[in-house]
């Protein structure tokens, strides 16, 4: 399950603040270790002095709650992230809301954008403003039949599993498709999770003409977390988000995990 360890992508700017807390949080949940990071260019003295300083900040803002506190080198920050991830064995990163983005979703930057294409771990985006709430209410998996996603649904349930907490897989109808397929593709998932976790997950298809609309027609609980798997184009062991999921990512109002292929 995700949130073993966490690395937080931190700028001491809003996007850095709501990572900072949603990071936090998911540790809380799971038990696990917390890093926070800020990643400096390289032949950058003054911003490695300056990322220094917005450790300081998130210390401030943190509080008592154990982590540690790394900047890091790098050309990117994506990269650096990515790199500094594996070194220090996390298995989750928390990244913010590119600033300039709407209130209450995720607005993709350079950063999440690598992070999303090329990230050997598993990535988690905050909508940008969000409140997270101190407890977890429901899992959802973004569902579509193929081998990621039934992968996922059998990582995410046993998250939810673990948890204690519910389970729900979403399928869009965008009216492209066989909307009768598309339940029976839902129902065979729904299935799987109860073969292998015994958890019974709520099921729900969202019709819409968009991906936003459909979205909208779903309801959200306030600690909800949604799920997505990789596209089949991603390389093993790599984060690579489609052109339908990316959509998903941008219209949800919750934060936004996405599993490399064959998470495990």
Known sequence: MIGGHVIVGYADDLGGRDALALGSAITRLTGGELTI???????????AVEAQAGLAHAAEELGPA?????????????????????????????VGSASGGQHGRIAIGATSDHLLHRSSEAVMLTPAGFKQPGELDRLTLAYVHRPQCDEAVERVAQAAL??????????????????GRLRDDLALAVRLAWETTGIEAEAEVAEGHDVEAAMRTLEWLPGELLVCAASEDAEPHRVFLGELAMKVLRASERPVAVLPRGFS
């Not at 990071?37 to 911003?47: D, K, N």
């Not at 673990?162 to 909307?179: A, S």
């Open 37 to 47: 990071a800020s990643i400096y260019p390289p032949g950058s003295p003054g911003l």
């Open 66 to 94: 154990p982590a540690e506190f790394l900047t890091f080198e790098s050309r990117g920050t994506g990269r650096g992230l990515s790199v500094l991830a594996s070194r220090i064995r996390a298995d989750l990163i928390v």
């Open 162 to 179: 673990r948890l204690g907490v519910p389970l729900r897989l979403i399928t869009l109808d965008l009216r492209v498709d066989d909307p």
